[in-house]
């Protein structure tokens, strides 16, 4: 059982929910979610921009008639999502935790451990006080069991290390992984409910575009929670990104060189070991596609390799506003309560 | 001036020009770009399944009074561009060559010299008498002047080929390359005119899908014209291919592992070097996007590196019926008549 | 409390479904209600061309182990859906009825009282041997309340008599609608799971085409269910469809001549209470939108008019997998069995 | 000859040509087909937001070395196009025309004669000193033959009046239209290159949005252009506006109430006739699609009826930004010349 567990099934009452920056994209998903959640009670909608708007009129879909606040500093609930700007989780954060609120963050804020990635990769000045625990539950599931704070992974970040993590973080075969290409294509939706001309239909219909080649500030956590020091020296990783004509979804292809030759056989059977109790993870026979994973928590995994088995090609699927956000964020609060990992996330 | 030149400018009239396989959206193209060529005449469009159809009713911006035939044999025009699905062009070139025709085969029927290669990777028995020259004139303009007949790139492989060509046949700083991961994504026109239910619009819309990962059919077309014999002994070369829901256009990211560390400044100023009489290579300062070149024969290229300048990655971007298809096709046939390259192509 | 209801309140165990035609995107839309429907139990997922394959296999967004069967005859559970092509349920559903089985039947089989009318708008020959109570709940709740088998209607004729019947049911100062003329957009699902040429991405992306101009099969189903009779004699209905580049979704534009002003308040609040005890219509104050009833039961209005107040533009939104077919079955279904009517639909 | 090709043909040299508002949707497709007319030279492109970048970086498809300026009111060309936001054109095509330039302007400043109409659908207060001849040249051809300076007409407008006008022109067999209700779709470059939420790809994708319903803008520019005072008293007209998810494209459905019944054939030869001296009108037996019109300026129509034949119902298709835009444009431009019609058109 969690630590939020603990408290919390001690009384008789569901634990209440708020989500601070709730009308994005990724607050409106948790809002959906939670409001489905048959053991927590969702009860404040925090939207700084759409204060005093019922939430229906903007997300109809959404079958409530709460209306979106202005964030006050009254901390009544039990348990608090962020979904904010990168860098304004950094000052809300620790009063939560200090006034011993269960808080999952879904910025980059508490991502990084090194100061100064952070200070690289997310605005300079700024830097948290301390590292939250890493949300990935396929990797993590024990520190967050027992965490009363969570750092929500990326939406790249998620996908990738779910491709790689069996080959880095369990033997197989002695293989050692000396190179990863990775390269990502995201749903716009990731890029947040935004009127950039850059992002409007008539721009992005029938387009596809690359950004931040090599760069990306997702590099540094998949790294980091890959603790890539166990991996040999001269070790290589690049991460491109690119945004295509799709709403939802994070597609991935990690093209993952190996020190020796292994079967496609082999690799299929290791994957489906290493994620045998992961309950969102699907290894898949045939090729992910995004509309197989769309509005679900799962990421589905499709293991090839070359001919010569030198090579493995590691593809990935999932919803980025589910398990890429929103599903994953539940998945770290079911497990944090105690609850059954799954809950309301089926 | 190319060999077809020499025999067409002599006499006074334009030459003729027939497409064999007219209805397929390459045929369509050609079409397209040959009815506005001002130094070709196109006279026959031979199409099976369409034949005794208006060219209008079919594709109604095409602007002709022209019929569909089916292909009888009699050879009355110049030029002869096939556009046929893979293995059927193998009879037909012999004929036309035999009789001194001009042919532009689009087909990846006579692409691969090694005939193991060819029967591994296109239908086994039916094999090529003979390879055709491989017209990628940004490569290998000199043999496409003297040819007869043109074997037409692969839409993938021009992509990728104009991507790392800089680096492999010209030599900068003495670096080498070690590993190079490809991925491209290419919109749905590449699968044909097509009722696969998989290729539907309710199957494609907001998904991605990829397919034959590490196993293309293109893999030993590019590495044969990247002459790779010449590379060390372990280079690797991975690519995978992606559909997305666009109709046009390939954006192929290059991920390339170089034995020194090269400036992303030197690299561009390379690129920019190598391609400088090339008139549809575009080496561009900012990300290419598909919007840029659709409707084009233009390649858009942009060079970045990792921080450590250990990797590059290119990212390109073409129009995979114009650059991948008809317009390098009839690049190909303006080099071979002594046209100017880009002529009618602009 | 419906007939279906006394019959299975009585015992202590829920209900048992199948759904014949299950593989189609219907029956897939009806999978995924029914399996997580509180009430019912689904059992059999017939589906002739998928026979023998798992469904997850098929649709692997559905949570479920089930594995497609052949219609065997065999008559095992309580409940029959039917999302089979038009035609096909003629001979199925008396078998089920005679048995006393709960019946509904998706297709347009049984939907048009006059045999003349079947006959010009369904294929030809085969007449159904009689009418099913038409399972329009907004409309009809009463008569699905006691019925046995139900004909769920027509995805455009949802949307359309929605935005029609308060102006011909009930009485609104009078006027009369002299002339009411339908445009609606369908999503490319409402042609089925489909490999026609035609309805390829690369066929319909950008793209939009009408059909059936003033002769679509649902104009009889409409105007049967306003029963216009009893509208004044010149009174005149055209309809006409289109698809469009989206998947899901009907939205509909009705615009209706009325024989005297009406202000557009007056229209609204008349629309108001007209569905004042309708759970899945929502009658919005702005304008109805794909996005905001895309995966939900809901029917979204909006009221406007002209200027000089004698035309009213009604305009209508829904999913048409959902309340046009399998979401709308499910709330016959309730009725049926004596459910609330939003069971296992919110 | 018109009037300004008297003026230009004397001379030896091309008129030279500006275009005013150049780095709009509707400013860069008139610099493409203007960059390729053989009988005009394209100079300034005036450009207030993008002033000092190179037209090929905003525009990479763009084939030219120009740089966007700030106009300076120097007038140093024969012809000009602007393509404003409405209200700017106001004051400077006084300018132009004092000084005799040849003036196409493309927003909707200079279209409605009515003052009191202006003023209610365009910005209040300020108004046009003079109405332009309406560029419509299927209608008007003669008028724009001698005008100087033209008001080009909006995007849905030319769609509908050229649906409607065959039969409010031109006599057939006595019938009078009582009533046409439109509903057109547009595609999203209609709403021109903006950073509005609600025209990003996330919200517009698999969405449809009406607006303005019987309120549009460019319902009194199309009863203007039919002179419906010539028609029945009672004469009604509704329009209804759509937006899809498509960047090109208008697709009107034209619903007309006939005050007789006329077979379909009739209504054909009667459309065939109407337009048959129109190079971009085409009469077509099937339905039009927005892909067959597309980057073309061919405005294609399709001739439907109801079953007891008292209702036409009339579609359109054009490309908004070519027959809605700048096609349209440069096609008065090339009658006002005296140029063929049709010139760098096709």
């Known amino acids: 059982m969690g630590y939020g567990g603990i408290r919390f099934m001690k009384g008789y009452k569901k634990p209440t929910v708020s989500i601070i920056g709730a009308s994005g994209y990724s607050g409106a998903e948790l809002t959906k979610i939670l409001l489905r959640h048959p053991s927590v009670k969702l009860e404040k909608l925090y939207a700084h921009t759409q204060t005093g708007k019922n939430v229906r009129d903007v997300y109809p879909y959404l079958d409530t008639d709460a209306v979106y606040e202005s964030f006050d500093g009254n901390l009544e609930t039990d ?17 939560l935790t200090n006034e011993g ?16 990635e952070h200070a690289a990769f997310y605005s300079g000045n700024k830097k948290p006080g ?34 790689i993590a069996p ?9 050692l992984i000396t190179n990863v290409s990775c390269t990502s294509i995201s749903g716009l939706s990731g890029a947040g409910k935004s009127g950039k001309v850059e992002l409007s239909f008539s721009e992005m219909s029938g387009n596809i575009r690359a950004y931040k080649a090599a760069r990306h500030q997702h590099t540094p956590e998949i790294l980091q929670a890959l603790d890539t020091s166990t991996l040999q020296p001269d070790f290589g990783f690049t991460f491109t990104p690119m945004i295509a004509p799709l709403v939802r979804g994070i597609y991935s292809v990690l093209t993952i060189q190996l020190d020796r030759h292994i079967s496609a056989a082999d690799l299929d059977e290791h994957y489906r070991m290493y994620y ?11 090729m992910p596609e995004i509309q197989h994973v769309v509005h679900t928590n799962f990421c589905d995994i499709h293991v090839a390799n070359s001919a010569d088995g030198g090579t493995a090609v590691i593809v990935t699927a999932i919803d980025n506003l589910v398990k890429g956000a929103a599903g994953q964020a539940v998945q770290n609060m079911n497990i944090m309560l105690g609850y059954d990992e799954t809950r309301g996330l089926l």
Chains 1, 2, 3, 4 share one sequence.
């Open 101 to 116: 609120k269960t808080v999952v963050d879904l910025s980059g804020d508490f991502r990084l451990k090194s100061p100064e």
């Open 276 to 286: 045998r109790s992961a309950p969102f993870v699907r290894v898949q026979k045939s």
């Open 79 to 95: 348990i608090y999502f962020l979904a904010l700007p990168h860098g304004e989780a950094l000052s809300i954060v620790p009063k």
């Open 167 to 175: 080959l880095v973080k369990k033997t197989l075969q002695d293989v």
């Open 130 to 163: 301390s590292f939250l625990t890493y949300g990935l539950p396929e990797l993590f599931h024990d520190d967050i069991k027992t965490a009363e704070a969570i750092s929500n992974p990326g939406c790249y970040a998620t996908s990738i290390i779910l491709g």
